[in-house]
């Protein structure tokens, strides 16, 4: 049956376009990269030939345009320090149009050495030790790293979960927001880990909230090119004219699995938010644009490369799609909360009723099943997070073992509770 239900799902994704030259069914090359996934893939997994479901980056490679761009800039033989020059700007601002509909100007991007660091630095250009930052748990965990290890406060405002989908408390937010010690809000749209677009109301609300009381507002939207066919992708400023405090930190790492690599573009409209930003920037050193994503950015935010991204979204919701039906067939204690993109699953486990997160990783481990553990990112025991971004026939391989590990599990509680009757 499993069979069955993989050929189906595979037709709904749909087939690569005539003449593109990537192809998803191949896993990529980690040998002699020390890539971390590598590196961290437990044993049990590596003696079972399986791929590893951790973290957020590709299991195959990347698209050809890029990998093209990048392969001519090096044979050039040169790597010397590069500036965000017009053509740069242009392809930027040209992306954005074209990929989300923004418009924006040439002037309000600001490269940074990364999503991470450039929290960090916010933290340094706009508040002080011990002022609170606020953000939406269950989220990116190293957000919170770049908080803390700054002296901030990781202020919590927990996202409301039914069971299905998850909401944001708005009574909570305001009561947060209220407080004049808590000076940013960090926002995360397309959600990670949960997938979730947040829609047009959603963004409205929040940004009367933030209007009302005078905040500044970063906004990670690395995984917006990475939304599934037919969900808007919105920001702030398409939705208000309100004269908000607004930073949003876009990126290659999630469009085209570049995240080993420290640079990202904030995009500002507020002059003297910008100023700000970029002087805090250049204190904490910022030498100049990365050669080699320039000429990535110039590969990659092109036709090809928009043609590429649509069909590796197609491709990972033919892997969702798959696993939503295997799951619900074979699995039912593992609950995929809907996404409305990404190439990440949040999925809750609860229902096989273990207590921790060390017994849900013995678990998953044994299976040769590696993903994520949700409580690093602020939940509590039971939820996990899945890479879909891998060829389907290694998702279906750690699939049936971790259908054959359940077997075992339950099969062993029946036996245990016969014992103790």
Same mark, same amino acid.
């Given at each position: 049956?499993?069979?069955?239900?993989?050929?189906?799902?595979?037709?709904?994704?749909?087939?690569?376009?005539?003449?593109?030259?990537?192809?998803?069914?191949?896993?990529?090359?980690?040998?002699?990269?020390?890539?971390?996934?590598?590196?961290?893939?437990?044993?049990?997994?590596?003696?079972?030939?399986?791929?590893?479901? !951790? @973290?957020? $980056?590709?299991?195959?490679?990347? &698209?050809?345009? #890029?990998? %093209?761009?990048?392969?001519?800039?090096?044979?050039?033989?040169?790597?010397?320090?590069?500036?965000?020059?017009?053509?740069?700007?242009?392809?930027?601002?040209?992306?954005?149009?074209?990929?989300?509909?923004?418009?924006?100007?040439?002037?309000?991007?600001?490269?940074?050495?990364?999503?991470?660091?450039?929290?960090?630095?916010?933290?340094?250009?706009?508040?002080?030790?011990?002022?609170?930052?606020?953000?939406?748990?269950?989220?990116?965990?190293?957000?919170?790293?770049?908080?803390?290890?700054?002296?901030?406060?990781?202020?919590?405002?927990?996202?409301?979960?039914?069971?299905?989908?998850?909401?944001?408390?708005?009574?909570?937010?305001?009561?947060?927001?209220?407080?004049?010690?808590?000076?940013?809000?960090?926002?995360?749209?397309?959600?990670?880990?949960?997938?979730?677009? !947040? @829609?047009? $109301?959603?963004?409205?609300?929040? &940004?009367?909230? #933030?209007? %009302?009381?005078?905040?500044?507002?970063?906004?990670?939207?690395?995984?917006?090119?990475?939304?599934?066919?037919?969900?808007?992708?919105?920001?702030?400023?398409?939705?208000?004219?309100?004269?908000?405090?607004?930073?949003?930190?876009?990126?290659?790492?999630?469009?085209?699995?570049?995240?080993?690599?420290?640079?990202?573009?904030?995009?500002?409209?507020?002059?003297?938010?910008?100023?700000?930003?970029?002087?805090?920037?250049?204190?904490?050193?910022?030498?100049?644009?990365?050669?080699?994503?320039?000429a990535a950015y110039l590969g990659g935010y092109s036709e090809e490369g928009s043609r590429w991204v649509k069909e590796l979204m197609?491709?990972?919701?033919?892997?969702?799609?798959?696993?939503?039906?295997?799951?619900?067939?074979?699995?039912?204690?593992?609950?995929?909360?809907?996404?409305?993109?990404?190439?990440?699953?949040?999925?809750?486990?609860?229902?096989?009723?273990?207590?921790?997160?060390?017994?849900?990783?013995?678990?998953?481990?044994?299976?040769?099943?590696?993903?994520?553990?949700?409580?690093?990112?602020?939940?509590?025991?039971?939820?996990?997070?899945?890479?879909?971004?891998?060829?389907?026939?290694?998702?279906?391989?750690?699939?049936?073992?971790?259908?054959?590990?359940?077997?075992?599990?339950?099969?062993?509680?029946?036996?245990?509770?016969?014992?103790?009757?």
């Amino acid at each position: 049956m499993s069979g069955l239900i993989l050929v189906i799902v595979s037709g709904e994704s749909g087939q690569l376009g005539v003449g593109m030259e990537s192809d998803f069914q191949y896993k990529v090359d980690r040998s002699n990269m020390a890539s971390i996934r590598e590196v961290t893939t437990p044993e049990s997994v590596r003696k079972k030939g399986f791929v590893s479901f !951790w @973290g957020a $980056e590709f299991e195959f490679k990347t &698209a050809p345009c #890029v990998i %093209k761009a990048i392969r001519d800039w090096a044979e050039k033989g040169l790597a010397a320090y590069c500036t965000e020059d017009e053509a740069l700007l242009a392809v930027i601002k040209e992306w954005m149009k074209m990929h989300r509909g923004w418009d924006i100007q040439t002037q309000w991007i600001v490269p940074a050495y990364g999503l991470t660091a450039s929290v960090a630095t916010i933290c340094r250009a706009f508040t002080e030790p011990g002022d609170g930052i606020i953000g939406f748990d269950p989220v990116y965990h190293m957000t919170w790293e770049a908080v803390e290890l700054n002296r901030r406060i990781h202020v919590d405002c927990s996202l409301l979960y039914d069971g299905r989908e998850y909401a944001i408390d708005y009574d909570k937010l305001e009561e947060l927001l209220a407080k004049p010690e808590n000076k940013i809000l960090t926002f995360c749209n397309p959600h990670n880990p949960i997938g979730k677009v !947040w @829609g047009r $109301e959603d963004l409205l609300h929040i &940004a009367e909230l #933030v209007h %009302k009381y005078d905040k500044i507002i970063y906004s990670d939207e690395i995984f917006a090119d990475t939304i599934f066919e037919g969900v808007e992708m919105l920001t702030f400023s398409q939705v208000t004219e309100k004269p908000l405090k607004w930073i949003v930190a876009t990126s290659l790492g999630k469009t085209f699995s570049m995240t080993g690599i420290g640079q990202a573009n904030l995009i500002i409209q507020d002059t003297a938010l910008r100023e700000a930003f970029i002087r805090q920037r250049n204190i904490d050193h910022y030498g100049s644009f990365n050669p080699m994503m320039r000429a990535a950015y110039l590969g990659g935010y092109s036709e090809e490369g928009s043609r590429w991204v649509k069909e590796l979204m197609r491709y990972c919701y033919g892997n969702y799609k798959y696993l939503q039906e295997y799951l619900s067939a074979f699995i039912p204690e593992m609950k995929i909360v809907k996404p409305d993109g990404t190439y990440i699953l949040w999925i809750d486990c609860r229902g096989f009723g273990f207590e921790t997160a060390e017994e849900y990783e013995y678990f998953f481990n044994e299976a040769g099943f590696a993903c994520d553990d949700g409580t690093r990112y602020g939940s509590e025991p039971g939820f996990i997070r899945m890479n879909l971004a891998a060829p389907r026939q290694e998702i279906v391989k750690v699939m049936e073992s971790l259908r054959a590990s359940r077997r075992t599990l339950f099969e062993t509680k029946i036996m245990l509770c016969a014992e103790e009757k």
